[in-house]
T-cell receptor
């Protein structure tokens, strides 16, 4: 069973803080990793993707991948109330072609 | 532009009705997807079309029937649905459906209620 696990939430941080969202995956051969943001009642929106070990930065967002530990994370710097949403980690396991395995998501609340 | 459009935004139907959901993308993507999402759950894959051919059917009941008329359009035909089929139906597209760098982009979804 290919699994993607995300920390149980919800996660609450004050405005301006760093929010750290974590995800582990079971299939060691997985190669592609995605973070989607989903506001209540809306569809998932791609935030970041990462394929190589290390960090990838885009504005206030940093994705971190450690394939040895089978761990991918999303850091949100200078968190804003508008970042309050559910964040979905998704993994494309090897041989799965088009299929993404999603984690259950974690709800982030940024307190003004 | 990473836009996927879906119509209608909302749909209410009875269990004996026949309706269709529509999805369109003009990004030149060759893979298109249907997902079902229930409240507080992640999206659940239903079907994948790759180069206009059905490549994945996740054992979805036959009351859901997908169709891909061309590379830009994807339909989901609905017939004799059950109240438990009420959900957000999401369409997504990606460049090719198989490469390591393939990234899925979601449309806004259709909120379906079955009475």
């Amino acid at each position: 069973q290919k699994e993607v696990e995300q920390n149980s939430g919800p996660l609450s941080v004050p405005e301006g803080a760093i929010a750290s969202l974590n995800c582990t995956y079971s299939d060691r051969g997985s190669q592609s990793f995605f973070w989607y943001r989903q506001y209540s009642g809306k569809s998932p929106e791609l935030i970041m993707f990462i394929y190589s070990n290390g960090d990838k930065e885009d504005g206030r967002f940093t994705a971190q991948l450690n394939k040895a530990s089978q761990y991918v994370s999303l850091l949100i710097r200078d968190s804003q109330p508008s970042d309050s949403a559910t964040y979905l980690c998704a993994v494309n396991p090897p041989g799965a072609n088009s299929k993404l395995t999603f984690g259950k998501g974690i709800t982030l609340s940024v307190r003004p | 532009d990473t836009e996927v459009t879906q119509t209608p935004k909302h749909l209410v139907m009875g269990m004996t009705n026949k309706k269709s959901l529509k999805c369109e993308q003009h990004m030149g993507h060759r893979a298109m997807y249907w997902y079902k999402q229930k409240a507080k759950k992640p999206p659940e894959l239903m079907f994948v079309y790759s180069y206009e051919k059905l490549s994945i059917n996740e054992s979805v009941p036959s009351r859901f029937s997908p169709e891909c008329p061309n590379s830009s359009l994807l339909n989901l035909h609905l017939h004799a649905l059950q109240p438990e089929d009420s959900a957000l139906y999401l369409c997504a597209s990606s460049q090719s459906g198989g490469a390591r760098t393939d990234t899925q982009y979601f449309g806004p979804g259709t909120r379906l209620t079955v009475l």
